[in-house]
């Protein structure tokens, strides 16, 4: 297996294999927080066809690292593989996510007083639906996809660049549009693959004072609510702001401002700006909540992969002694984290014989990666009434519970997280 250790001489080529340095700073010293064994990456789900063939696993070991206190993985999936052409996720479909990107866009516009025309770029665009928020509010956008996505963003007047972002597609955008007021990365900043040429890339692009916006998964509520299931091969680094503020001044920007919004189960939002600034007080306060809740102590992980044994056995436990009564039990809803869950709980079409989604989703027809359940059109859930549905979006569950309800569902819910519980 090859191994990378992280410094100058990769600063400016792609991350993959196995790592033995941080990912921000650089240090050896990385003790170990849980491993989820070997599995498929999350979005990489097969069709008939293929799942005859599929054999692509990469290890899900997670590591923490003693000296600047980054959370991360040690091994780098290649990102051509994790991100595929065909990668089938779509933002628009997510109500939470267009009310949280409206949001995002009004608050940013009001805060930074962005003149109409200011260049918005959004990195990681999906299928344009942050960037119209900002189009809504006479900002000029630009997105940059590497995925086939890529094509329902253009469709929509979303200027999309189909590809991955680079510093030479920073100067490429920079020489066609002009410098940019605001750069974002919403729930991508984690995927990264190699953060020096990224950054570096992002600073050409801004104009000074611009600001760098990134929203990613908070690794005080993943740690707190045992969210396992954030933890697969997109996410390289489960980010908290001490380790943050080391970053973004090690390539010219100022953490100044930070915050925690309900996104994906529990995000954080944060403001770095090109050039030293003076941080906002919340930034001082934030990263003393996580030092008072133990986020660099090598105890807490300890117990939070004790936490995470424990309702994957809760969980199994309860899915078997279900089905030995002769209970029917389907999935609801595949979004990338539910891969976690169902390969770590090696949950196959036995246990769950359908994963059911709605309708507009790029998933109908494939399979779950690993064990191979069919993933259907959610009109089948109400043809069929099954006594139970295992919702893997348990973060927006009660969003989902009233939506199916409404439309005559009358099956009873399992949660698995943050504990395994029936919902009637």
Same mark, same amino acid.
């Given at each position: 297996?090859?191994?990378?250790?992280?410094?100058?001489?990769?600063?400016?080529?792609?991350?993959?294999?196995? /790592?033995?340095?941080?990912?921000?700073?650089? !240090?050896? #010293?990385? $003790? %170990?927080? +849980?491993?989820?064994?070997?599995? &498929?990456?999350?979005?990489?789900?097969?069709?008939?066809?293929?799942?005859?063939?599929?054999?692509?696993?990469?290890?899900?070991?997670?590591?923490?690292?003693?000296?600047?206190?980054?959370?991360?993985?040690?091994y780098?999936?290649?990102?051509?593989?994790?991100?595929?052409?065909?990668?089938?996720?779509?933002?628009?479909?997510?109500k939470?996510?267009?009310?949280?990107?409206?949001?995002?866009?009004?608050?940013?516009?009001?805060?930074?007083?962005?003149?109409?025309?200011?260049?918005?770029?959004?990195?990681?665009?999906?299928?344009?639906?942050?960037?119209?928020?900002?189009?809504?509010?006479?900002?000029?956008?630009?997105?940059?996809?590497?995925?086939?996505?890529?094509?329902?963003?253009?469709?929509?007047? /979303?200027?999309t660049?189909n590809?991955f972002? !680079?510093? #030479?597609? $920073? %100067?490429? +955008?920079?020489?066609?549009?002009? &410098?940019?007021?605001?750069?974002?990365?919403?729930?991508?900043?984690?995927?990264?693959?190699?953060?020096?040429?990224?950054?570096?890339?992002?600073?050409?692009?801004?104009?000074?004072?611009?600001?760098?916006?990134?929203?990613?998964?908070?690794?005080?509520?993943?740690?707190?609510?045992?969210?396992?299931?954030?933890?697969?091969?997109?996410?390289?680094?489960?980010?908290?702001?001490?380790?943050?503020?080391?970053?973004?001044?090690?390539?010219?920007?100022?953490?100044?401002?930070?915050?925690?919004?309900s996104?994906?189960?529990?995000?954080?939002?944060?403001?770095?700006?090109?050039?030293?600034?003076?941080?906002?007080?919340?930034?001082?306060?934030?990263?003393?909540?996580?030092?008072?809740?133990?986020?660099?102590?090598?105890?807490?992980?300890?117990?939070?992969?004790?936490?995470?044994?424990?309702?994957?056995?809760?969980?199994?436990?309860?899915?078997?002694?279900l089905?030995?009564?002769?209970k029917?039990?389907?999935?609801?809803?595949?979004?990338?984290?539910?891969?976690?869950?169902?390969?770590?709980?090696?949950?196959?079409?036995l246990?769950?014989?359908?994963?059911?989604?709605?309708?507009?989703?790029?998933?109908?027809?494939?399979?779950?990666?690993?064990?191979?359940?069919?993933?259907?059109?959610?009109?089948?859930?109400?043809?069929?009434?099954?006594?139970?549905?295992?919702?893997?979006?348990?973060?927006?569950?009660?969003?989902?519970?009233?939506?199916?309800?409404?439309?005559?569902?009358?099956?009873?819910?399992?949660?698995?997280?943050?504990?395994?519980?029936?919902?009637?």
């Open positions: 297996m090859k191994h990378l250790k992280i410094g100058r001489k990769n600063n400016e080529r792609q991350l993959i294999g196995k /790592i033995n340095n941080c990912q921000i700073c650089g !240090s050896a #010293k990385l $003790a %170990a927080v +849980i491993n989820l064994d070997h599995q &498929p990456p999350c979005d990489l789900l097969p069709n008939a066809q293929e799942i005859q063939e599929e054999r692509i696993h990469y290890p899900i070991n997670v590591a923490r690292c003693v000296q600047c206190g980054l959370v991360q993985l040690d780098i999936a290649p990102p051509n593989i994790v991100f595929h052409k065909k990668y089938p996720y779509r933002t628009g479909i997510t939470m996510l267009v009310d949280n990107f409206r949001q995002l866009a009004e608050k940013t516009v009001k805060n930074f007083k962005l003149e109409p025309k200011s260049l918005v770029v959004d990195i990681g665009s999906n299928d344009g639906t942050a960037l119209k928020q900002f189009k809504n509010l006479s900002m000029r956008v630009v997105g940059v996809e590497p995925t086939d996505v890529a094509k329902l963003a253009q469709k929509d007047g /979303i200027p660049i590809d972002f !680079s510093e #030479k597609i $920073a %100067a490429q +955008i920079a020489k066609k549009y002009g &410098p940019a007021s605001l750069v974002i990365a919403t729930n991508t900043f984690a995927h990264i693959n190699n953060l020096s040429p990224f950054l570096r890339g992002v600073h050409k692009l801004l104009k000074p004072g611009g600001v760098f916006i990134s929203e990613s998964q908070y690794l005080l509520d993943t740690i707190q609510k045992a969210q396992y299931d954030t933890m697969y091969h997109e996410h390289l680094r489960f980010y908290s702001l001490k380790p943050m503020r080391v970053l973004f001044k090690k390539f010219g920007f100022t953490l100044t401002d930070a915050e925690r919004i996104s994906s189960g529990g995000s954080i939002r944060v403001f770095a700006i090109k050039g030293r600034y003076r941080p906002l007080p919340n930034v001082a306060k934030l990263i003393k909540a996580e030092e008072r809740f133990g986020l660099y102590k090598q105890a807490t992980y300890e117990a939070f992969r004790r936490r995470v044994e424990l309702l994957r056995l809760k969980l199994v436990r309860l899915l078997c002694d089905k030995l009564k002769g029917i039990i389907v999935g609801v809803g595949s979004p990338g984290r539910s891969s976690p869950i169902i390969n770590y709980c090696h949950l196959d079409p246990m769950i014989p359908y994963i059911a989604e709605q309708a507009t989703s790029l998933k109908l027809g494939l399979y779950t990666p690993g064990t191979h359940v069919p993933i259907i059109d959610e009109k089948q859930l109400f043809v069929d009434q099954p006594e139970y549905a295992l919702l893997f979006s348990w973060h927006i569950a009660d969003d989902i519970i009233k939506k199916l309800r409404s439309k005559g569902l009358k099956s009873k819910f399992i949660l698995p997280l943050p504990e395994v519980k029936i919902v009637k």
